[in-house]
């Protein structure tokens, strides 16, 4: 044992409250998300047909948790609780579109900056782009995709590849002179996300390559950071944001429901006289990092944080069963349906939805036999749990307009946005047809006399019938009408659409081309000229 880390744990028994001491060399920090990692997808945590180095790294070297749960099955609303410890019910971030992280909540980063940490910050996607408050308290905030990024759609830049993300991590270290102050890097790699690049049979395979190709990136960033000499003096964490469906309860990617393949997540953690190979089960969630990371500093908590520090897990010590909840307001805000929640304690997890879901997880890890009807009080007991928690909530919970640029970016990424509409909202598992449907990505490239086109017509005229807030059902219905020649058709739908987003480029588009195929020229002119706005 290290004279340092022997001074670390001394330190740590004389103090008796199970709280880390300030480290002895003021470590830095290094914080890699993995956007859209799920934890089963690591060698780490057990995948087979798939290695994963770094992970088995950090795992070998570091401490493992098998358990983690995410808040959110998106971006935005994730990250922030990531930086704050806070529920989305706290920080008040409850989707990608339309919402900000509020300039009163503390940060991980504004913590550190506040002890002379310089932070900085590389993101691989404009989702975590610096106007949604999610860089408060980093001295760089690196969100600049570059014109050679990935994501290009209609002209805007939405993501960026791994490697130029890790690019600029490292010119920022570089920069860097010895013996400044320590340092926090958070280093996001939006690569596993939609869509995916790697070639393979099908989308699993696919996701797979881009997370093989994901791994090999961190790795580098690992043998960086060592090759810089500072691996002797950094905490080093690995997690992700949420995970990905792949098909599991019919959804293909992930944000529409709150089952474990996309709430399940990793977090690795190594750090100077850490325990190697050390695996620690239990429940435990995205809300803990931030707490975790300012307790081995021997830095104070944040204010109002719900997260818990893991530390004393980590020496062996027991803590109190934490309360896991999650949400998703993709159905409401997307599609027009009812938003789901969830609260999860040890095994049990009750999902909140028009039709509840209750779970055991040990027994049943893929979530196929609803307990409700059989675990009546159980059922009620975790619905009291969740409701005590949603009575904290303060706020709207509205998105707020965003720009027509904002839109177009985040669209790129395939977040779309819908007005919510009022009263009864539909269970987004009795919809998962129509979602199926609007998230068919051939329904672009059909054409009349395809299989399938009269079909996909028809679908969308019912999506259209019982859900007639979602734009992407406008554009999409709208094209087919066009590639028919049912062109007066055409131009009453995409008024329709122009009517609940005013403000939308493709609503305005496909009006033009329907008034200008009908010889309406000076129509299409106004329509094409609102487009170009």
């Given at each position: ?121 590389f993101v691989g996607a404009f989702v975590l782009d610096s106007r949604f408050g999610i860089a408060r308290g980093f001295d760089v905030w690196d969100d600049e995709l570059g014109a050679s990024a990935d994501g290009l759609e209609a002209g805007i830049v ?263 509409p009022e009263g009864g909202l539909a269970d987004p598992k009795d919809r998962i047809d129509l979602y199926l449907a609007l998230n068919d990505t051939t329904l672009e490239s059909l054409e009349p006399g395809d299989d399938g086109f009269e079909d996909a ?77």
């Open positions: 044992m290290t004279r340092a880390l022997f001074s670390f744990w001394l330190t740590a028994a004389l103090m008796g409250c199970g709280t880390a001491p300030k480290a002895p060399n003021r470590w830095n920090v290094l914080l890699v998300s993995v956007d859209t990692l799920r934890a089963d997808h690591l060698s780490s945590y057990g995948a087979t047909g798939i290695r994963t180095e770094a992970s088995d790294r950090l795992a070998s070297e570091g401490v493992l948790f098998e358990d983690v749960t995410t808040v959110s099955p998106t971006t935005l609303p994730a990250h922030a609780s990531l930086f704050t410890g806070l529920t989305p019910v706290a920080h008040g971030v409850r989707d990608n579109v339309g919402f900000t992280l509020r300039g009163d909540v503390p940060t991980l980063a504004s913590q550190l900056k506040a002890n002379d940490y310089e932070t900085a910050g939405a993501q960026r590849r791994g490697d130029a993300v890790l690019d600029s991590a490292f010119r920022w270290l570089d920069g860097r002179s010895e013996g400044e102050s320590p340092f926090f890097a958070f280093v996001h790699f939006y690569d596993p996300h939609t869509p995916y690049e790697s070639p393979g049979d099908d989308d699993r395979a696919r996701y797979r390559g881009e997370v093989a190709y994901t791994d090999s990136l961190v790795g580098k960033l690992l043998d960086g950071i060592e090759e810089r000499g500072l691996a002797s003096r950094t905490l080093v964490v690995l997690t992700s944001d949420h995970g990905e469906s792949l098909g599991q309860h019919g959804e293909l990617t992930h944000g529409l429901f709150v089952y474990e393949a996309t709430l399940r997540i990793p977090l690795i953690l190594r750090f100077p006289g850490a325990p190697a190979g050390k695996r620690i089960p239990g429940l435990a969630r995205i809300l803990d990092v931030t707490p975790t990371i300012l307790d081995l500093l021997g830095l104070p908590p944040l204010r109002k944080a719900g997260g818990q520090s893991l530390v004393a897990r980590i020496e062996g010590k027991p803590l109190s069963e934490p309360v896991a909840y999650a949400e998703t307001f993709v159905p409401r805000f997307h599609y027009g349906w009812s938003e789901l929640r969830a609260v999860r304690r040890g095994r049990h997890k009750l999902v909140l939805a028009p039709r509840p879901e209750l779970f055991d997880l040990e027994e049943d890890p893929e979530e196929t036999r609803n307990l409700v009807e059989e675990e009546v009080a159980l059922a009620r007991s975790l619905e009291d749990e969740l409701r005590e928690l949603l009575n904290r909530e303060s706020g709207p919970i509205e998105p707020s307009p965003v720009d027509t640029e904002t839109r177009r970016k985040l669209e790129a990424l395939g977040y779309t946005s819908a007005a919510a017509l028809a679908l969308l005229e019912r999506v259209l019938g019982n859900e007639p807030t979602v734009p992407r059902a406008y554009v999409l219905y709208g094209d087919l009408l066009l590639r028919t020649g049912r062109t007066s058709d055409a131009e009453r739908n995409f008024e329709k659409l122009t009517e609940i987003e005013p403000d939308r480029f493709d609503g305005h588009y496909g009006l033009g081309v329907a008034r200008a195929r009908q010889g309406k020229f000076p129509e299409a002119k106004s329509a094409f000229e609102r487009a170009i706005e």
